[in-house]
């Protein structure tokens, strides 16, 4: 069906542009603080994703993407399915009155 392909194409696209952030920030959240609470290995979520970038490459910026994708398309397929069937009994103009 049509709107199973839609959910996981829209899955996919929100990982794949988010992953980066999600690692940086992970990166940037997990490092260890000196008394002044600054971090001892990054300055600002910039420089992690140069230095990641620079020591493991571009591809370390999606790490955890399968695990990401895995998790979201269940959910996002499901919503999108059970949306559609729902409309069919009650379309979205009866539900704002």
């Known amino acids: 069906r049509i709107h199973v392909l839609c959910s996981v194409v829209a899955v996919f696209a929100g990982t794949l542009c988010m992953q980066p952030f999600d690692v940086v920030?992970?990166?940037v959240m997990n490092q260890a603080f000196d008394a002044q609470g600054r971090g001892l290995l990054y300055a600002?979520?910039?420089d992690c994703c140069i230095q990641t970038v620079r020591s493991?490459?571009?591809a370390a910026l999606y790490k955890g993407f399968a695990a990401h994708?895995?998790?979201?398309?269940p959910h996002v397929t499901l919503l999108f399915v059970i949306?559609?069937?729902f409309k069919k009994y009650r379309p979205l103009d009866m539900l704002h009155t």
């Open 69 to 73: 994708y895995l998790r979201g398309a």
């Open 83 to 85: 949306l559609e069937q």
């Open 56 to 58: 493991e490459g571009p």
């Open 25 to 27: 920030r992970t990166r």
């Open 44 to 46: 600002s979520p910039v």
